[in-house]
C-alpha cells in the first residue's frame, strides 16, 4: 500500500504563485512515474503535468511556463510551484503515483482545494 498526501492549498488572488506538496510513504520497491492532475467543479480529471523517477517533467498546455513539477527522492516528495495563477486553475488538485510495491498499481491522494480568487 502507498499513502499520499498533498498539502499548500488555499486561496490565492489572481497573478499569485501557490506551492503544492504531496509526500509519499508504504511498503514501496519503486515509484516510477509521478504526477499532478486537477478536477474543476462538473468536469473531468484532468491531467496537469508529470514527472519520471530522474526528474523529466512534461506540462499540458495550459500550464506551460507557468508551472514547474519537481520531485525530492530522498524526501519522498513532489512539489508543483504554481505562478501567474488565473481564476480557471481553481480546482481540486490531486498527487498521482504509479508504484511498485511487488504490484505496480496506481495510486492518488485525496486532493486539496485551490481557489485562485480576488
Known amino acids: 500500500q502507498v499513502w499520499l498526501a498533498e498539502s499548500g492549498g488555499g486561496l490565492v488572488q489572481p497573478g499569485g504563485s501557490m506551492r503544492l506538496s504531496c509526500g509519499y510513504s508504504g511498503n514501496i520497491f519503486v515509484i516510477n512515474s509521478m504526477a499532478w492532475y486537477r478536477q474543476a467543479p462538473g468536469k473531468e480529471r484532468d491531467l496537469v503535468a508529470t514527472i519520471t523517477s530522474d526528474g523529466a517533467a512534461t506540462y499540458v498546455n495550459f500550464v506551460k511556463g507557468r508551472f514547474t513539477i519537481s520531485r525530492d527522492n530522498a524526501k519522498k516528495m513532489m512539489y508543483l510551484q504554481m505562478d501567474s495563477l488565473k481564476p480557471e486553475d481553481t480546482a481540486l488538485y490531486y498527487c498521482?503515483?504509479?508504484?511498485?510495491?511487488?504490484?505496480?498499481?496506481?495510486?492518488w491522494g485525496q486532493g486539496i482545494q485551490v481557489t485562485v480568487s480576488s
Open positions: 498521482y503515483a504509479k508504484a511498485y510495491t511487488g504490484l505496480t498499481s496506481d495510486y
